[in-house]
């Protein structure tokens, strides 16, 4: 079970961050943008380090207050879940 839960956050971080490195590239280009609640949800479902890190490697929601509170909460939230399963399921 520890290998998929490794495998299933390494895969939705790298989606977090490519969809924030994608939703500049479409927003520099004056293209429809990935909606910021699919940002949220991709970062509430484990993937809040991709999404911070994208954020910051493409300098991309760093102004905006929702995005520079929300997604290092989220961080946290994904870390106490991580915990949580460690301790009580897995461990």
């Known amino acids: 079970?520890?290998?998929?839960m490794i495998a299933y956050l390494l895969l939705i971080n790298v989606i977090s961050y490519g969809a924030m490195g994608r939703d500049k590239a479409l927003a520099a280009?004056?293209?429809?943008?990935?909606?910021?609640?699919?940002l949220f949800g991709l970062a509430w479902a484990g993937g809040g380090l991709g999404a911070w890190?994208?954020?910051?490697?493409?300098?991309?929601?760093?102004?905006?207050?929702s995005f520079t509170v929300g997604i290092p909460a989220l961080i946290a939230v994904n870390a106490a879940c991580v915990y949580a399963l460690w301790r009580w399921v897995i461990a």
Do not use: A, C, D, V
Request: charged residues 40%; without cysteine.
């Open 1 to 4: 079970m520890l290998k998929w």
């Open 53 to 65: 890190i994208g954020m910051q490697s493409y300098r991309h929601k760093t102004k905006h207050p």
């Open 29 to 38: 280009r004056g293209k429809r943008r990935i909606p910021e609640k699919r």
